[in-house]
T-cell receptor
Framework: DARVTQTPRHKVTEMGQEVTMRCQPI?????VFWYRQTMMQGLELLAY????????DSGMPKDRFSAEMPDATLATLKIQPSEPRDSAVYFC????????????FGPGTRLTVL | GQQVMQIPQYQHVQEGEDFTTYCNSS?????IQWYKQRPGGHPVFLIQ?????EVKKQKRLTFQFGEAKKNSSLHITATQTTDVGTYFC??????????????FGTGTRLTIIP
């Protein structure tokens, strides 16, 4: 049963610290998405990649956030320095375009910045 | 940019009653997806609608796409406790690379009173 995996599942850190979240997309998927979910803003797209190349990161605060795909099996989202307003659940999703439009979401990383 | 409104924001129903959530867009959509997120879980794909006036059914769930392709609805007949969660519509927006970019609606949170 192929699934998107994310680590860590929970992260509590202090303001100013660096946070790195990791995602392993479903094997064979060519597109990876990063989303952030909060009560106030809902589900927002931060960035996404196709065949490891960044296609759109317009939803991401550029000064402190960065997203990369070092290889086809790993996507990372980094926040440096973290702030309390970054507290949210961060979801990774993957898909195979254009053959499939469905996105498969990982379980998410719940981040709390104190 | 694309604006997506979902109503209602919350819905509490007695078990066995019907439930409907509506998704309205300010622009004509190419297609629309629906996702369900259980409490504490991640969004899970339910269905995609592509054609004007399309109606699709999954057991007790009926999905409709408006004739003008600006609105969509999800109707659940005879709700059960397993239907609890937040239902999101997600129209596809065009990017330079295709139509893989999703804009999630605000969601409708469904709670069931046993």
């Amino acid at each position: 049963d192929a699934r998107v995996t994310q680590t860590p599942r929970h992260k509590v850190t202090e303001m100013g610290q660096e946070v790195t979240m990791r995602c392993q997309p479903i094997l064979g998927h060519n597109t990876v998405f990063w989303y952030r979910q909060t009560m106030m803003q809902g589900l927002e797209l931060l960035a996404y990649f196709r065949n490891r190349a960044p296609l759109d990161d317009s939803g991401m605060p550029k000064d402190r956030f960065s997203a990369e795909m070092p290889d086809a099996t790993l996507a990372t989202l980094k926040i440096q320095p973290s702030e309390p307003r970054d507290s949210a659940v961060y979801f990774c999703a993957s898909g195979f375009y254009p053959a499939q439009d469905e996105q498969f979401f990982g379980p998410g990383t719940r981040l709390t910045v104190l | 940019g694309q604006q997506v409104m979902q109503i209602p924001q919350y819905q509490h129903v007695q078990e066995g009653e019907d439930f409907t959530t509506y998704c309205n867009s300010s622009t004509t959509l190419s297609n629309i997806q629906w996702y369900k997120q259980r409490p504490g879980g991640h969004p899970v794909f339910l269905i995609q609608l592509v054609k004007s006036g399309e109606v699709k059914k999954q057991k007790r769930l009926t999905f409709q796409f408006g004739e003008a392709k600006k609105n969509s609805s999800l109707h659940i007949t005879a709700t059960q406790t397993t239907d609890v969660g937040t239902y999101f519509c997600a129209p596809h927006g065009r990017s330079n690379f295709g139509n893989e970019k999703l804009t999630f609606g605000t969601g409708t949170r469904l709670t069931i009173i046993p």
